[in-house]
């Protein structure tokens, strides 16, 4: 079945860097666009970037576009998030998704995720 594994986050000063990581397993990963969601406490899970099958073309919320780049290995079945200049709002649970199709980088809730990685920004 298809697994997806975040790793790579941690504690990180404003302004600082992360780049997490989602290895992914059972299913052609070439074949489907990935993308990175995040959720808080009492929030719903928010959409952060995606990107497509081939790598070609990526996507980002506005208020990461700039600071974050979404990146994917298909030799590797590895998706990336990198993460730069971070802001206390990025505080975050952060988890990678498998779309539907290889230009869906934008997947519902009721798609598959991952078990997800912290992400605390702080002083």
């Known amino acids: 079945q298809v697994q997806l594994v975040e790793s790579g986050g941690g504690l990180a000063q404003p302004g600082g860097s992360l780049r997490l990581s989602c290895a992914a397993s059972g299913f052609t990963f070439s074949e489907y666009a990935m993308s990175w969601a995040r959720q808080t406490p009492g929030k719903r899970l928010e959409w952060v970037a995606g990107i497509f099958s081939d790598g070609t073309d990526a996507y980002y919320k506005e208020s990461v576009k700039g600071r974050f780049t979404i990146s994917r290995d298909n030799a590797k079945n590895m998706l990336y998030l990198q993460m730069n200049n971070l802001k206390p709002e990025d505080t975050a649970r952060y988890y990678c998704?498998?779309?539907?199709?290889?230009?869906?980088?934008?997947?519902?809730?009721?798609?598959?995720w991952g078990q997800g990685t912290q992400v605390t920004v702080s002083s």
């Open positions: 998704g498998k779309g539907e199709g290889p230009f869906t980088v934008v997947p519902g809730p009721d798609d598959y």
